[in-house]
């Protein structure tokens, strides 16, 4: 059957599907947004369509029109898909001189095997091994750096190159196999065809591919936009670390995972001593740069990624410390005070010491279901407001006497 194939209809009807793609794509770029790279595959496509028309008119038009210009519009295809992929996916570009001299080479060859010492044979087997030699970059490169940059490999894309590949080097192989006995326009063999038609089937399914890789980034990026909106919501814009919000919709989380495996779980309520003093004496903007000072040493005196520091207000701070009981929580609350004496952050206008000291309220509890984050709140807060009625500076757990 495939013996039969008019290679002018199967050249025409890619070269239609390719100018239609090419022109979907151009579309595309108008109504949605395309990443760098995309305009090179665009241009790859109009180039493949137009120049498989040329083709198709072999003897209709002058050689130089339907051979050489046609057959090197063909090969931009590949050319341009591997330089808008490099582009895509931001990878080095380190065969470029060497793919542009390829294409030197190749436009060289067709001329002369045109002009000069006309043959066939020589040159479906050149734009064969270059087509190759192109397609086979493009499959490498995917390969190796899709999945770094969309999270995941687009093997539909993959695949559709693969084809590519093998087709253009089935054609180079079977053509060097035929020993000059080779028609094109003509043609006889049902390999050839076979080839050719594939060819053009894995180019329109990379087109179909490329839709797809963009779709992609394009998602990726908005799930990136969106981490970073709801990190921006979740920080604290003065101290850097996460504000109550993130805070109460993680105490929230915990209560329900340590009902679940009955661990416990404890919260640290700290307090600036004398902070309003502290901002009387020193300025607000002062105070500002205390309370970064403050949040750095209660972030690097927790160790655990689980371990949450937060805002709580004002000069208020918390820190949430799941899987940690009691005499846990009192060690760690032990750290934090010493390493804030250790940055002996200077206050004069303190009742209690020469420099910044905290309170800080502990509770701890194992989570059931008459148990609540607000309850386990409360008892901290209480613990806190002991503290400060005991002299300030002081470390109160919830039921100690």
Excluded at 121 to 142: E, G, K, N, Y
Excluded at 270 to 277: A, G, M, N, P, Y
Excluded at 326 to 344: C, D, F, L, M, W
Aim: with cysteine; charged share 15%; hydrophobic share 45%.
């Amino acid at each position: 059957m495939l013996d039969y194939l008019d290679m002018r209809t199967m050249l025409r009807v890619g070269a239609m599907t390719c100018l239609t793609l090419a022109l979907i794509m151009t579309y595309y770029s108008l109504a949605r947004r395309t990443y760098h790279g995309f305009q090179y595959w665009t241009a790859g496509f109009l180039c493949i369509g137009i120049g498989a028309v040329l083709v198709s008119m072999r003897n209709i038009l002058p050689s130089f029109v339907s051979i050489v210009l046609g057959n090197v519009l063909v090969v931009m295809m590949p050319f341009l898909l591997l330089y808008g992929l490099e582009i895509f996916l931001n990878t080095k570009r380190r065969l470029t001189k060497l793919n542009t001299a390829t294409i030197v080479v190749f436009v060289t060859s067709f001329i002369w095997w045109t002009y000069i010492t006309p043959n066939l044979h020589a040159r479906i087997i050149c734009i064969s091994i270059v087509m190759t030699f192109l397609f086979a970059q493009s499959l490498f490169i995917s390969i190796r750096h899709i999945p770094s940059t969309l999270g995941n490999q687009e093997w539909s894309f993959v695949v559709a190159l693969m084809i590519s590949t093998l087709s253009s080097a089935f054609r180079a192989t079977i053509t060097s196999l035929s020993m000059n006995k080779v028609e094109f326009i003509n043609n006889t063999n049902a390999f050839q065809s076979s080839a050719l038609l594939l060819i053009i089937l894995s180019v329109s399914s990379c087109a179909c591919s490329i839709l797809i890789l963009n779709s992609y980034r394009i998602e990726n990026d908005l799930k990136d936009a969106k981490n970073k909106i709801e990190g921006l919501v979740n920080i604290d814009a003065l101290c850097k670390i996460y504000n109550r919000r993130f805070f109460n919709k993680t105490i929230e989380q915990e209560f329900k995972r340590h009902q679940r495996s009955t661990m416990p779980l404890s919260l640290l309520m700290l307090d600036v001593d004398c902070f309003k003093l502290y901002n009387d004496t020193y300025g607000h903007q002062a105070g500002d740069q205390c309370l970064e000072r403050i949040a750095s040493v209660l972030s690097n005196s927790v160790g655990r990624p689980s371990d949450i520091t937060a805002r709580y207000g004002g000069e208020e701070f918390v820190v949430l410390l799941p899987n940690t009981d009691s005499a846990g929580a009192q060690k760690i609350a032990q750290t934090i005070q010493r390493e804030i004496e250790n940055v002996a952050i200077p206050h004069k206008g303190s009742t209690v010491a020469d420099t910044i000291t905290l309170s800080i309220g502990i509770a701890t509890t194992i989570p059931d279901r008459s148990a609540s984050p607000e309850l386990l709140i409360k008892q901290a807060d209480h613990s806190l407001y002991k503290g400060k009625q005991n002299g300030k500076n002081q470390i109160i757990a919830y039921g100690a006497a």
